[in-house]
């Protein structure tokens, strides 16, 4: 729970960076600028943070990670991947930062070449240039955390990189202008880095590693709750290891107790074990180095997956002055149910990796289409949400100082374009990680990228003219969407063979919900904005006709995800005294436990000791 209220906190801040963007400077020449300098963090945070490095390094060091449980190799495997990779990319990670500083002003003409203000807008991409180290080695410890099942310092890095943003501008802004942005863009990236070393140092300092642990779970229904929890040391030839088991007796309300029936007291146990392995462990083969093949792919991919915003920009900068800034504002808010959906993605991504290293496809299948199924629901819900109301978004948002009424029509209108190719995006987002799960390279999603660029690049050129800014969005749109349809198409022995019919399924059932929502809400917002009413009224009556819309016709039409989601609503409404989290009693007992045996070895029988003969 705290990492997703840490995430919408840096999503929440990134909206207050934008706001504060458009107050200070507003939608003219010198946002442009900015903003031409600003593909270089969009790029180093898609390459390096969010996709591109992730995808290559989280199933490495999920690697590790089984490695290091299983106790078959000598040494800490963790801490030799550190070792092997670290170094060497960070000289990478400087040799790009300083590449990007010495062709800024090549790097600035190509990507706008219609742009007034060159000279500023290369002033401000040398500022962010910084951004590559910076954001390379924090790319690098939310990958190293994530792996280990460690997602609340990585959910943490948006708060601290838009904090130093929003700080350099306010203070710096009316002295430097525009560049205090690019200056709090160097600042911000440093901060990320900050706020995860101290928690991936703990992690290295543990060689052993997080303990496994199992549980034995005895269930009486007179209302008490036995667990007993086996702590394993892992360790490589290690002697007889001692365990402590822990057993913990909690009253719980049980349905016989609640009915007031006199059910006979009977116990029942439960195990959890892992599931049944159904193909050879990736972890049980050699270790392998970071291999340049697939990092070559996963850069690739995102950086391919990226160049959309060069395409848009390129295009737009022919166009009025604005047009980039409309662009800009538009793309931000429209991603914004994109980025939550995808959180969940983000999370399970260590947890396929760990499956498909452990040979476990079954588990990797199951999740991965819960995963897809549950992202699109709601996805489509913020589509629908922000279909329906965006006047009154950007106007809340962004309507004041320098930004203006008619910056506000022509903001929204793109943004209702924009979320068109939501889902397409979502998708992307979810397959993608799947594809690369088994740390090996795959070509496939970086075809399938092209052929949605190509598409995006041809109809962006054919529609820019008569349609400007919208039709940029509606080739954006159209182009994720075929990428989309490829990797859906794809899936199976080039990644975790998931059942494509089903997952066509549900991504088809919210789509109707999706539209009867909108337009519900659409009507509901546009009934009561009126000039003297706050843009906030509308807004909130809009997105509670679209949630009630959806919550009503998610379950009719089957939705996927909408029982739960609702049970889990409802289960967390109950009251607080029916919980009952009084009345515990710990107990600790240490006995030895056997060694974990290697595949294909036999259990030895115990020796039967002279006291157990006499007593025959």
Same mark, same amino acid.
């Given at each position: ?20 963007? =458009? ?132 959910? =943490? ?215 897809? =199924? ?243």
């Amino acid at each position: 729970m705290l990492t997703a209220v840490l995430s919408v906190a840096g999503s929440v801040l990134g909206l207050a960076r934008d706001q504060a963007l =458009a107050r200070l400077f507003g939608a003219g020449r010198e946002t442009d600028a900015f903003l031409v300098a600003w593909t270089v963090p969009e790029f180093a945070a898609t390459l390096l943070i969010e996709d591109g490095l992730a995808f290559a390094l989280v199933p490495m060091f999920s690697l590790a990670l089984a490695r290091r449980a299983q106790g078959t190799v000598p040494g800490d495997p963790v801490r030799a991947l550190v070792a092997a990779t670290l170094p060497r990319l960070t000289l990478a990670f400087a040799a790009a930062g300083a590449l990007v500083v010495a062709a800024a002003p090549v790097l600035v003409r190509a990507l706008a070449p219609g742009l007034p203000d060159h000279a500023l807008a290369v002033d401000c991409t040398r500022l962010t240039a910084t951004c590559v180290v910076s954001f390379g080695l924090a790319g690098y410890c939310s990958a190293a955390l994530r792996a280990h099942r460690r997602f609340l310092a990585p959910a =943490a890095i948006y708060c601290a990189y838009n904090t130093g943003i929003i700080t350099a501008m306010f203070v710096l802004g009316g002295r430097w202008g525009v560049r205090a942005a690019a200056v709090g863009v160097a600042v911000g990236g440093l901060l990320m880095v900050a706020a995860q070393l101290p928690s991936l140092a703990g992690q290295l300092r543990h060689p052993d590693g997080r303990p496994d642990r199992r549980r034995l779970r005895f269930r009486f229904p007179v209302g008490f709750r036995f667990r007993f929890g086996f702590r394993r040391d892992e360790g490589a030839g290690a002697a007889p290891r001692t365990s402590t088991a822990t057993a913990t007796v909690a009253p719980t309300p049980s349905a016989g107790a609640t009915a007031g029936t006199n059910a006979p007291h009977r116990g029942t146990a439960e195990q959890e074990t892992p599931a049944p392995r159904t193909a050879p462990r990736a972890a049980d083969t050699p270790a392998r180095p970071l291999a340049l093949a697939l990092l070559g792919t996963v850069l690739l991919f995102a950086l391919c997956r990226q160049s959309q915003v060069l395409i848009e920009r390129f295009l737009a900068s022919g166009l009025p002055s604005g047009a980039i800034s409309h662009l800009n504002y538009a793309q931000k808010v429209a991603q914004i149910p994109m980025t939550l959906s995808l959180m969940l993605c983000t999370v399970t991504f260590p947890v396929v990796a760990r499956a498909v290293a452990d040979g476990d496809t079954e588990r990797a299948r199951a999740r991965v289409e819960r995963d897809v =199924a549950l992202a699109a629901g709601l996805v489509l819900l913020g589509t629908a949400t922000v279909v329906a109301c965006a006047p009154q978004m950007v106007q809340l948002l962004f309507q004041r100082g320098a930004f203006t009424a008619a910056d506000t029509a022509a903001t929204a209108g793109v943004m209702r374009v924009y979320a068109l190719g939501l889902l397409g995006q979502t998708v992307v987002g979810a397959l993608a990680r799947c594809y690369f799960s088994a740390g090996r390279a795959n070509w496939y999603p970086l075809g399938a990228m092209a052929v949605g660029i190509a598409a995006t690049a041809g109809a962006g050129a054919w529609a820019v003219g008569p349609w400007g800014v919208s039709g940029i969005a509606a080739a954006n749109a159209a182009g994720i969407t075929v990428t989309a349809a490829l990797l859906v198409a794809g899936t199976g022995p080039r990644s975790v063979p998931v059942r494509v019919r089903r997952v066509l399924g549900d991504l088809a059932r919210p789509v109707p919900v999706a539209v009867a929502a909108a337009v519900a809400g659409a009507l509901v917002a546009d009934r009561l904005a009126a000039p003297g009413v706050s843009p906030a009224v509308p807004l909130a009556a809009g997105a509670a006709a679209v949630v009630g819309v959806f919550a009503v016709l998610a379950p009719v039409l089957g939705v996927r995800g909408a029982v739960p989601a609702v049970e889990s609503v409802r289960r967390s409404l109950r009251p607080v005294t029916r919980r009952l989290p009084h009345g515990r009693i710990s107990l600790r007992i240490r006995f030895p436990l056997p060694r974990r045996l290697p595949p294909g070895a036999r259990p030895r029988r115990p020796r039967k000791s002279r006291g157990s003969r006499r007593s025959r």
